[in-house]
């Protein structure tokens, strides 16, 4: 390990794909600062997990994580975990679309009306599809098997990767809306019916209500940290991959695994503990502006709505 920065900086295996979305995003964020009044703790926060991503994902940080399990355990809590929730405490959707020219935003606009449009946001922002995606993502790249073929493959790979950063920013867009949960309209005639709707059909203006954005890391922290304690704890070598195409650090494969296993047990539970603190925060600071739904209280909380307008 014993490289200059520049070698450090120096792309292992160059992707001019991941260059044209970086170059875009910051484009769009930057134009987008311009236009708006951002304020120097967003742009920090937007900046530092963009750094991150690109840091991760497209320097010689990528040649050590292909021959060092818990390297790439780390690279992984930096994708799924960290850089996304960090990019997503900017709330940078409004400032990039304010960074798009006009004719960018019309053309984005006559495509969220179109059927397929509409079908995307949908289950791209479906409160229990992407939660279950988020776990399916980090549990499915490591069973033994499938971490054999997408290490040895550039191009699951590089799917593998660009899967965990998606789902990463699509969660925590979940979990850190701060806007107020109006829940949705219920049409099933059926109490089996209703209460199904009440789990699925997205509220507005944000999709899961306070106490849903609260209890959805604890769920999907708990399988991660099995998963890092079964590895972390294993008497066998259950990734052989690392000692075939050789380690780049002279550890044993159970200093290997045991490291990779800690990082998704107690990090990687961090990061989420932190993002349930912040869904806290949102759920405390709406209840003292009266802006919760109760079942009970509607007309209060109609009301409320139309003295807070």
């Not at 776990?135 to 799917?159: A, G």
């Amino acid at each position: 390990m014993n490289l200059t920065l520049a070698q450090w900086l120096r792309p292992w295996e160059f992707s001019p794909t991941l260059i044209i979305c970086f170059l875009l995003s910051a484009f769009l964020f930057f134009r987008g600062c311009r236009t708006k009044r951002i304020n120097v703790s967003r742009q920090v926060l937007f900046w530092s997990g963009w750094l991150l991503l690109y840091l991760s994902m497209h320097t010689h940080v990528d040649y050590y994580a292909e021959r060092v399990f818990f390297i790439h355990r780390a690279q992984h809590l930096v994708l799924h975990h960290l850089a996304p929730l960090l990019i997503m405490l900017s709330y940078p959707g409004q400032v990039m679309r304010a960074g798009m020219t006009r004719g960018m935003r019309l053309r984005l606009q006559q495509f969220n009306q179109t059927a397929f449009g509409q079908a995307l946001i949908y289950w791209l922002t479906h409160k229990l599809f992407i939660p279950f995606l988020f776990v399916f993502l980090v549990i499915i790249w490591l069973f033994p098997t499938v971490q054999f073929y997408s290490m040895l493959n550039v191009n699951i790979y590089r799917f593998m990767n660009w899967s965990v950063v998606v789902s990463g920013l699509l969660y925590w867009n979940l979990i850190l809306d701060r806007r107020p949960y109006h829940p949705p309209l219920l049409t099933a005639k059926t109490d089996l019916g209703r209460w199904w709707q009440r789990r699925t059909l997205p509220g507005s203006a944000a999709v899961m209500s306070p106490l849903e954005r609260v209890l959805s890391p604890v769920f999907t922290m708990a399988p991660q940290i099995v998963a890092g304690a079964l590895i972390a704890f294993s008497s066998t070598d259950l990734y052989p991959l690392f000692e075939i195409c050789g380690r780049a650090l002279p550890i044993t494969a159970a200093q290997d695994q045991g490291w990779g296993g800690l990082i998704m047990w107690v990090p990687a539970g961090a990061v989420e503990t932190f993002g349930i603190l912040v869904a806290a925060m949102t759920w405390w600071r709406l209840h003292a502006q009266g802006r919760i739904y109760h079942t009970k209280d509607t007309r209060f909380y109609a009301a409320r709505q139309v003295k807070l307008a």
